[in-house]
């Protein structure tokens, strides 16, 4: 089945901690803070220790999805540059390991968060895994160009998640965020197979670069664009954000759609706008988040 | 079964891992038993 060989013996804690995809867990940590610390500053209330085992119940599910996921495209990890060093390609942790570790910390994950917080969060965060790893790693990403596009709601759900966790309930405003995180995601990662085309098309991955071709990707980055400008402004019009918010939301927006336009009229094979595309978009989803999150504890303790 | 020779760098490794999952196991026990607790306490005075 796999012509990786085996090092396995030689795996330390780290190699598995690797599996967790450190990286997006910490940003799904924030966007799950940010999520929580809303819903609180918007009415509900939850123990701050509960509040915290909440959050860790929601970085280790997004871990486990992780390790599922290295679990099931081990062979496209194995031929792309940028997963090339991921444990399983390296032989340092055979598959069927990591989908026992990855389904074992699922499990744990929905308990503790159905434990420390309520069933519909637990639910929401049991769907999350199952979307990611499903919906998106085995059906989606090997057969559609919109992969990432549909497959974007599972990072998405996180702070809805979280919202749910600390209120029992997950209203308009939640969903906002997810929208956001929602519409960032397209342009974000075409920029990254823009620059990266030559890794998927060899892994048979059809992302939408070497699918409907590099000027058909611009225009769509540039169409997700516009409505995640809007979109990032959205909290404003709700009163899930301030003045503060809607300046970042403005500003950072107006930057987004620059660097898109940029990468509109970039020449074909160019990388160097994709890629400062790229670098800004995760800039963006950070500074509005965090806007967010001033004005909600600036809200809650001053 | 037979005998496996590991090299003294496997056998840390196999003694690191076997470290990381006691401590696993440990916090999520400790985890569990202190949102136990927060419940239970939240509870206390009665009110549903």
């Known amino acids: 089945m796999t012509d990786i060989p085996t090092r396995s013996a030689f795996a330390g804690p780290k190699d598995y901690f690797a599996l967790l995809k450190p990286r997006v867990m910490s940003l799904v940590i924030f966007t799950a803070l940010v999520g929580m610390v809303a819903a609180v500053a918007g009415g509900a209330s939850i123990q701050p220790g509960l509040a915290a085992a909440s959050l860790l119940a929601i970085a280790v599910g997004a871990g486990a999805s992780g390790a599922l996921n290295m679990w099931w495209d081990a062979d496209i990890d194995a031929v792309m540059a940028r997963t090339v060093s991921r444990p399983i390609p390296q032989g340092l942790v055979p598959k069927s390991e990591a989908a026992g570790f990855g389904l074992l910390l699922s499990a744990l994950s929905v308990a503790l968060l159905a434990l420390a917080s309520n069933y519909v969060a637990a639910g929401l965060l049991a769907f999350t895994i199952f979307f990611y790893v499903v919906i998106y790693s085995m059906w989606l990403k090997r057969s559609t160009p919109q992969n990432i596009v549909i497959g974007g709601a599972a990072g998405a759900l996180p702070p809805v998640v979280a919202w749910a966790a600390a209120s029992g309930s997950a209203p308009l405003d939640a969903w906002i965020l997810f929208l956001i995180i929602f519409l960032w995601t397209p342009p974000h990662f075409w920029a990254l197979a823009l620059y990266r085309e030559g890794d998927y098309a060899r892994a048979g991955v059809p992302m939408m670069p070497n699918v409907a071709g590099e000027s058909s990707t611009k225009r769509q980055i540039f169409s997700y664009s516009i409505m995640l400008a809007v979109a990032g402004v959205a909290p404003y019009a709700t009163g899930l954000g301030d003045v503060l918010y809607l300046a970042t939301s403005s500003a950072f927006g107006a930057g987004f759609l620059m660097l898109a336009w940029r990468v509109l009229k970039s020449p074909p094979k160019s990388k160097e706008a994709p890629k400062q595309l790229f670098a800004f978009s995760i800039l963006y989803l950070f500074a509005l988040f965090a806007a967010l999150l001033a004005e909600d504890l600036f809200a809650l303790y001053a | ?48």
């Open chain 2, 1 to 48: 079964m037979p005998e496996i020779d590991l090299s003294p760098e496997e056998k840390k490794q196999r003694s690191q891992r076997n470290v990381a999952i006691a401590l696993g196991l440990t916090a999520f026990i400790i985890v569990v038993f202190l949102v136990t607790i927060l419940k239970i306490s939240g509870n206390i005075d009665g009110t549903p």
